[in-house]
């Protein structure tokens, strides 16, 4: 990391601001060339006048300069607030590249963060999504994952497996004696509490999901019980066609609303029935499709017609996800003469309005739901890459309890490192040094 890299660090476009910032050695001495100026005093904000290679003007910006190790990068930093727009910024860049700088590759700031111990993965992905949070829930959860919970969480766990292979990599010098029953015992009941503990979190963050890519929210029901019509007053503008001619919406229409501090993508399916032509079949496909990829399920029924083969399919379909997702009967209509049979939806509480005239009842069920899901205050797990870490590592502390029962402790040892090397992979690499460390911590060896 010998070269100082530079970037815009601002969304391209027109703004009052544009931040230019350089790290690496070479910063401070580059900020020179650029503002033609000897001195600079750190996390002081001075008022500079910016150069290209040719002397010429650019701009008058606000240079900071961070010293390292006290930076983003823990190196030398340093920050031109110039006036934005589509053309100043991108002059003060050039000129800094021309100063010695090198353009800098995407992420390269936080892996350098990374490097240099600032930050670990954990509070890099973090900053990465709360850049795209899709909420202010999920802003929350990931200030404090940058401020180092989910890290703090993960030690605790990597600790506790490192006392676990301590025990087995010492004992493995006794393998000649059988190990005392209550010693076994005592590591089956560690794994058994980090198998539970690791679970609980896997289905947190199954179940939050939706707090960090928003909310995912599919309307269904049969032909013309009024989806469309339901969508767009919850958009306030018509977006969806509405008409009476069955089968008018014939593929899945996707928009974005907020509902308290929600950010939702709320998608207006086919009406299920049976397909009549192939672009129907498609449209099908595609509801069912839209419905095993969100989050709450809204089922609408028309109550001012009878209940009939096509509604029993929706009720089936719901049925058939009500254990995975959450759902929200509305018999809509209420306004007109009333002639569905509720019976059959009795166990789903439905919710009866005129999408209409008011949806309040049904944005108050949403925000209920989306509310709950982000009561927990538990840690949870941000990306796929952290998902399948805590799966793998679960996987590896199943493996080894029947070695352990066995006292076939090389072969414990190999699912315990695994499991480690899983668990680690989420916040930095384990080292075998770290066990070591705990092996001659804990026990009195070559006495």
């Known amino acids: 990391m010998s070269s100082t890299i530079a970037a815009i660090a601002t969304a391209h476009g027109i703004g009052s601001i544009a931040i230019v910032r350089l790290s690496g050695s ?26 290209n290679a040719h002397h010429e003007l650019l701009d008058e910006s606000i240079v900071l300069y961070f010293k390292a190790p006290h930076s983003f990068t823990a190196e030398d930093v340093v ?8 053309i100043v910024a991108q002059q003060v860049l050039q000129a800094t590249l021309d100063a010695g700088a090198v353009l800098a590759q995407p992420g390269e700031f936080s892996k350098r963060a ?25 802003a929350a959860i990931l200030a404090k994952q940058m401020k180092g919970s989910l890290r703090h969480y993960i030690e605790s766990v990597r600790d506790e497996l490192l006392h676990i292979l301590a ?23 560690k794994l058994h509490h980090l198998h539970v ?27 013309n019980v009024g989806k469309s019509s339901l969508l767009n007053s919850l958009l306030n503008y018509s977006r969806a066609i509405v008409s009476d001619i069955a089968g008018t919406t014939r593929d899945t229409i996707e928009e974005q609303i907020k509902i308290g501090s929600h950010l939702i993508k709320i998608v207006d399916t086919a009406g299920i029935r049976e397909a009549d032509d192939e672009i129907e079949r498609i449209g099908m496909e595609r509801t ?29 379909l719901i049925h058939r996800f009500q254990d995975t997702k959450e759902i929200i009967v509305v018999i809509n209509k209420s306004d007109l003469k009333q002639q569905f049979h509720t019976a059959e939806l009795g166990e789903f509480s439905p919710l009866q309005l005129s999408c209409k005239e008011s949806n309040s009842a049904l944005v108050a069920a949403l925000q209920k ?29 199943k493996a080894a309890h029947e070695p352990l029962q066995d006292q076939e ?17 989420i916040t930095r690499p384990f080292e075998n040094d770290e066990m070591l460390d705990k092996m001659f911590g804990s026990f009195c060896l070559g006495k």
């Open 26 to 51: 070479a910063a401070l001495s580059i900020a020179k060339i650029v503002a033609d100026r000897e001195e600079f005093t750190p996390r002081y904000a001075t008022l500079c006048s910016l150069y």
């Open 79 to 86: 920050e031109f607030q110039c006036h934005g727009g589509l």
């Open 114 to 138: 990374f490097l240099n111990g600032r930050i670990d993965l954990s509070e890099a992905e973090a900053i990465a999504q709360l850049i795209e949070a899709q909420s202010e829930d999920a």
């Open 167 to 189: 025990y087995s990599e010492v004992s493995i010098d006794y393998a000649e004696e059988d190990l005392p029953q209550d010693l076994i015992d005592q590591i089956a009941a």
């Open 197 to 223: 503990k690791l679970e609980e979190t896997l289905a947190v963050s199954q179940r939050r999901a939706g707090l960090m890519q928003g909310f995912r929210v599919s309307i269904i029901g049969k032909p």
């Open 288 to 316: 069912l499709e839209s419905v095993h990829e969100s989050d709450i399920v809204i089922a609408l029924f028309d109550g001012s017609r009878v209940y009939d083969a096509q509604d029993r399919a929706i009720i089936e």
């Open 369 to 397: 739901i989306m509310d709950v899901t982000n009561s927990s205050d538990e840690i949870m797990l941000i990306s796929t890459r952290q998902v399948e870490a805590v799966s793998t590592t679960l996987r590896a502390i």
């Open 409 to 425: 402790l090389e072969i414990l040892s190999f699912h315990l490192n695994e499991a480690l090397h899983a668990i680690a992979s």
